[in-house]
């Protein structure tokens, strides 16, 4: 079966870094995506990793090793505002979007 | 430019009633994904199109159908509703289903209870 996992709660400080990782098992790989979702709205695009290595983009950054089937999603000098879940999701073979159940990253003050 | 456009914003049924889902992409994108998401999961696939045809469906029963129009908008029905129906239905657009351009963009949202 299809299968990917993330924790499921994380708390941090404002201004600090957070790590979120992202373990896969899928039927085909065509890429990996890091959306945000704030409480009662949708997912927002953060990231796309189809090859290995880490991809910066401003605050967030996003590392993918295919061989080991994991990623992370990197967020630096956190803001109040990115008190969200975060969604990890596999693009299988047939080319259809796995997700993950979402990260709920809490900031504190 | 508009971003995905879903309606209604909001919808209450009762059991065994019929509902449709409308759902506009962003202008270029042709194909449009369906997806049901239960409070504190992730989205989980429903059906994906892409030039009017289905190119995808995900695990759900036959009481979920959909379709896609020539101006590549999207309705998802579903019939003879359950209590478990009761989720966030997001509709998803993106631009192409090959290559890089598999990014989704997502609409706001439809969310059904079902009482």
């Known amino acids: 079966g299809q299968n990917i996992d993330q924790p499921t709660e994380m708390t941090a400080t404002e201004g600090a870094i957070v790590q979120i990782n992202c373990t896969y098992q899928?039927?085909?790989?065509?890429?990996l995506f890091w959306y945000q979702q704030h409480a009662g709205e949708a997912p927002t695009f953060l990231s796309y990793n189809v090859l290995d290595g880490l991809e910066e983009k401003g605050r967030f950054s996003s590392f993918l090793s295919r061989s080991k089937g994991y990623s992370y999603l990197l967020l630096k000098e956190l803001q109040m505002k990115d008190s969200a879940s975060y969604l990890c999701a596999v693009l299988d073979s047939n080319y259809q979007l796995i997700w993950g159940a979402g990260t709920k990253l809490i900031i504190k003050p | 430019d508009a971003g995905v456009t879903q309606s209604p914003t909001h919808l209450i049924k009762t059991r065994g009633q019929q509902v449709t889902l409308r759902c506009s992409p962003i202008s270029g994108h042709k194909s449009v994904s369906w997806y049901q998401q239960v409070l504190g999961q992730g989205p989980q696939f429903i059906f994906q199109?892409?030039?009017?045809?289905?190119?995808g469906r995900g695990n759900f029963p036959d009481r979920f159908s959909a379709r896609q129009f020539p101006n590549y908008s999207s309705e998802l029905n579903v019939n003879a509703l359950l209590l478990g129906d009761s989720a966030l239905y997001l509709c998803?657009?993106?631009?192409?289903?090959?290559?890089?351009?598999?990014?989704?963009?997502f609409g706001a949202g439809t969310r059904l209870s079902v009482l």
């Open positions: 998803a657009s993106s631009t192409s289903d090959g290559g890089d351009l598999h990014i989704q963009y």
């Open positions: 199109y892409y030039e009017k045809e289905e190119r």
């Open positions: 899928t039927s085909g790989f065509n890429g």
